[in-house]
């Protein structure tokens, strides 16, 4: 349970990173920024998996990079739900949907899945050994 909290906090603050660096991007407060995180999550878990198996073949043939309208998509839906969370235009959904990615990759990449920080000490052994 307290990883999912890390990582809903994790994705609040890259959706404040998002509205800081993106001007399309307007969060009133920390508490609309931890709803639109809650909402995403929501839209992330039930509705993505079932539009990425129906837009497979589109996403093949773009190598992947369909994804990036999906979540796109899945941005502004959490904008219209969410009050105090606004996403202007589609350019911007695609590039806060990429920035929110990206921060939310880097800050998780560091929790465990109990929901502490982890870091990997490793030690040269010589040659090509790393232990």
């Known amino acids: 349970m307290r990883g999912i ?7 609040t603050a890259a959706i404040l990173a998002a509205s800081y660096l993106l001007d399309g991007i307007q969060v009133a407060s920390f508490f609309s920024a931890l709803g639109a ?10 509705f993505r998996p079932i539009v990425l198996l129906l837009t497979l073949p589109l996403n093949i043939l773009t190598f992947g990079l369909f994804t990036f309208v999906i979540n796109a998509v899945m941005l502004k839906m959490a904008s219209g739900v969410i009050s105090g969370f606004q996403v202007q235009g589609f350019w911007t959904a695609v590039f806060g949907a990429l920035l929110i990615s990206i921060v939310s990759f880097a800050l ?3 929790i465990s899945e109990k929901g ?3 870091v990997i000490d490793l030690h040269y052994k010589g040659g090509n050994r790393w232990e």
């Open 5 to 11: 909290a890390i990582r809903w906090l994790t994705l």
């Open 37 to 46: 995180a809650a909402m995403l999550g929501i839209l992330n878990a039930f």
């Open 108 to 110: 998780n990449t560091l």
């Open 116 to 118: 502490r920080v982890d």
